[in-house]
């Protein structure tokens, strides 16, 4: 059994530029869902994607967008960067939303910097 | 709303001395939560959960307890080992399964 895989590991854009994250789910999770975190704070929901559509979503502005593939994988796009998106974004993978037992299994996160 | 803070943003214990993290909440529509502990560079790692009808579970070596009558979580670390040295969040769940709001974090430094 594989868990939570993101790449890439470290990113640095320009501001203006946009960027794609990807991260691929635990075997058996069909629920994807993104969070930032900022230096020296908690994670912030970003959005969730289960069966392929959103599913719920945090209070981030539409340049934040993403997918989820047939095969589970996801992609968390940011358009337009601006130098506060500086984070680690994470990614957690669980079975149906709602399930509980051991909650999200979280990768181990991409480090963006915008310059 | 989404407050989930926590009262100690640093603590410091002697190897082999029990810890113990505190955690507020202030939505009380919450009604599972889960503590997780992340180490520098890494996710954050499941350690234990609990839901609202409960008051207390235990697990190998850490206890979750839960008062619902201030909103009130705590962590405890028993015997605490120069590996549990990292930052433990606590997170809440309200009744969506959808998101889970994180507090700002307390880091557990644990002196040999």
């Known amino acids: 059994e594989t868990g939570v895989t993101q790449s890439p590991t470290h990113l640095i854009k320009t501001r203006g530029q946009q960027v794609t994250l990807r991260c691929s789910s635990q075997s058996g999770h069909n629920t994807v869902s993104w969070y930032q975190q900022a230096l020296g704070q908690g994670p912030q929901f970003i959005f969730q994607?289960?069966?392929?559509?959103?599913?719920g979503r945090g209070n981030f502005p539409p340049r934040f967008s993403g997918l989820q593939f047939p095969n589970y994988s996801s992609e968390l796009n940011v358009n337009a960067l601006e130098l506060d998106d500086s984070a680690l974004y994470l990614c957690?993978?669980?079975?149906?939303?709602?399930?509980?037992?051991?909650?999200?299994?979280f990768g181990s996160g991409t480090r963006l910097t915008v310059v | 709303g989404e407050n989930v803070g926590l009262h100690l943003p640093t603590l410091s214990v002697q190897e082999g001395d029990n810890s113990i993290i505190n955690c507020a909440y202030s939505?009380?529509?919450?009604?599972?939560f889960i503590w997780y502990k992340q180490e520098s560079g890494k996710g954050p790692q499941f350690i234990i959960d609990?839901?609202?009808?409960?008051d207390k579970r235990q697990g190998q070596r850490v206890t979750v307890l839960l008062n619902k009558t201030v909103k009130h979580l705590s962590l405890q670390i028993a015997a605490t080992q120069p590996g549990d040295s990292a930052v433990y969040f606590c997170?809440?769940?309200?009744?969506?399964?959808?998101?889970?709001?994180f507090g700002t974090g307390t880091s557990l430094t644990v002196i040999p």
């Open positions: 997170a809440e769940n309200m009744n969506t399964g959808n998101q889970f709001y």
């Open positions: 939505n009380s529509a919450s009604d599972y």
């Open positions: 957690a993978s669980t079975e149906p939303p709602g399930q509980g037992g051991d909650g999200y299994t």
């Open positions: 609990i839901r609202s009808n409960m």
């Open positions: 994607y289960y069966r392929e559509e959103e599913n």
